[in-house]
């Protein structure tokens, strides 16, 4: 019963370094997201998918990629990566259809914590 | 503006005693949705309760219940006869149905729960 998995648990990378987290979902759900986290802030959506093939920005999305190649699968980019994308990342899932279905729980990865030197 | 409000960034208490964490949202929709999410030392998120703007009626499950007052844009969370293991940062959520193209949540900063033993 995986529910939503995410790989690396841990990284760390170098000022200007490129990484992509991984986010893979068996619930079959159609909508995906990619949030950030950081002391005092609460969760920020970076960028979010609504279906294969799709991928919409968030609230912070600059410097950040994604690719929703596959339905189960959320792939989130870091091109160059810089100090202050030093975070906490979660993925998360829920059921959607037609872009409608607010009332439906997200349901997390267990995270993925980023260090940028 | 920040669409939801957790102002209790820290609160401590003594195992036993009863502790509330406040919720209050800002929304201009009639149908809304709201979400408690709990967060351990462990650092997943688990999903705990939705609400949606119709139903006012208080929920309770075990030791938690949950306030609901539209009149005062509140969600607020109780915990009765608190343990241990309900230290965890606990996060409110808001999901409108107006324009929400794909489940996106607006989340609060978190209250940051300790029971002393």
């Known amino acids: 019963n995986a529910g939503v998995t995410q790989t690396p648990k841990f990284r760390v990378l170098k000022t200007g370094q490129s990484m992509t987290l991984l986010c893979a979902q068996d619930?079959?759900?159609?909508?995906m997201y990619w949030y950030r986290q950081d002391p005092g802030m609460g969760l920020r959506l970076i960028h979010y998918?609504?279906?294969?093939?799709?991928?919409a920005k968030g609230e912070v999305p600059d410097g950040y990629n994604v690719s929703r190649l596959k339905k189960q699968n959320f792939l989130l980019g870091l091109e160059s990566a810089a100090p202050s994308q030093t975070s906490v990342y979660f993925c998360?899932?829920?059921?959607?259809?037609?872009?409608?279905?607010?009332?439906?729980?997200?349901?997390f990865g267990d995270g993925t914590r980023l260090s940028i030197l | 503006a920040q669409k939801v409000t957790q102002a209790q960034t820290e609160i401590s208490v003594v195992e036993k005693e009863d502790v509330t964490l406040d919720c209050v949202y800002e929304?201009?929709?009639?149908?809304?949705?709201l979400f408690w999410y709990k967060q351990p030392p462990s650092g997943e998120l688990v999903f705990l309760i939705r609400?949606?703007?119709?139903?006012?009626q208080n929920e309770i499950s075990g030791r938690y219940s949950w306030n609901f007052q539209k009149s005062t844009s509140s969600f607020n969370f109780t915990i009765t006869a608190s343990q241990v293991v309900d230290s965890a940062v606990y996060f409110c959520?808001?999901?409108?149905?107006?324009?929400?193209?794909?489940?996106?949540?607006?989340f609060g900063t978190g209250t940051s729960l300790t029971v002393i033993p």
């Open positions: 998360a899932s829920s059921y959607g259809r037609d872009r409608e279905f607010v009332d439906q729980p997200q349901h």
């Open positions: 619930m079959n759900h159609e909508y």
């Open positions: 998918s609504v279906g294969e093939g799709t991928t």
């Open positions: 929304t201009r929709d009639t149908t809304y949705y």
């Open positions: 609400r949606n703007s119709f139903d006012e």
């Open positions: 959520a808001l999901s409108e149905a107006a324009g929400n193209t794909g489940n996106q949540f607006y």
